[in-house]
C-alpha cells in the first residue's frame, strides 16, 4: 500500500518528468496563462493537442507521461523513450497495446512512429528554464511511478 508521503514523491516525480519533457520537445514554448503566470505549451506526441505546464512541471491539462516503449516492455524513464501525451491518448494506447507480444506488427509500428516523432522534437533544455536534477531525489521522498 502507498503511503501519503510516497503518493507526494511520485507526484513530484512525474512533475519532474513532465518538465525534462517539455523542455526538451520544440514544440512546448514559454507563454504566459490567462491569471499572469508563466507557463509552458506545447503539443501531444500522439494527436497534437496543446498542453499546459508550470514552469515547475504542474500539469494545468491532461498532460501525462507517454513512455514510447512501454514499460510492460521494458521501456525506461530516459528522456529518449519519454513524451508529452493526452490522457485519453495514453490510456488509450496502453489498452491497445500494452498486453501485446514484444513482435506484435501494430505494437512496433506505433513504437516506430513515436520514436520518430520524440526525435524530430527534442532539443537542448532552454537555458531560461531552471530545470530539478532528473534523477536526483530529496532524502525521504519516494521515487517510485508505478
Known amino acids: 500500500m502507498r503511503t501519503k508521503q510516497q ?3 511520485s507526484a513530484r516525480r512525474t512533475q519532474r518528468l513532465l518538465l525534462w519533457c517539455a523542455a526538451t520537445d520544440r514544440t512546448f514554448e514559454r507563454a504566459v496563462a490567462g491569471d499572469g503566470r508563466a507557463v509552458l505549451t506545447g503539443k501531444c506526441i500522439h ?10 512541471g504542474a500539469p494545468l491539462t ?13 521501456g ?13 491518448c495514453n490510456i488509450g494506447k ?25 526525435t524530430a522534437r ?18 525521504g521522498e519516494a521515487d517510485d511511478d508505478t
Open 122 to 139: 527534442m532539443r537542448p533544455p532552454p537555458d531560461w528554464l531552471d530545470l530539478p536534477p532528473l534523477t536526483a531525489v530529496p532524502d
Open 76 to 88: 525506461t524513464d530516459a528522456l529518449t523513450n519519454l513524451a508529452i501525451a493526452c490522457a485519453r
Open 7 to 9: 503518493g507526494r514523491g
Open 47 to 56: 494527436c497534437n493537442a496543446r498542453h499546459t505546464l508550470t514552469e515547475d
Open 94 to 118: 496502453g489498452h491497445r497495446l500494452d498486453d501485446r507480444p514484444w513482435h506484435d506488427p501494430t505494437l512496433q509500428r506505433v513504437i516506430a512512429t513515436l520514436q520518430e516523432r520524440r
Open 62 to 74: 491532461s498532460a501525462t507521461i507517454e513512455h514510447i516503449v512501454p514499460r510492460a516492455h521494458g
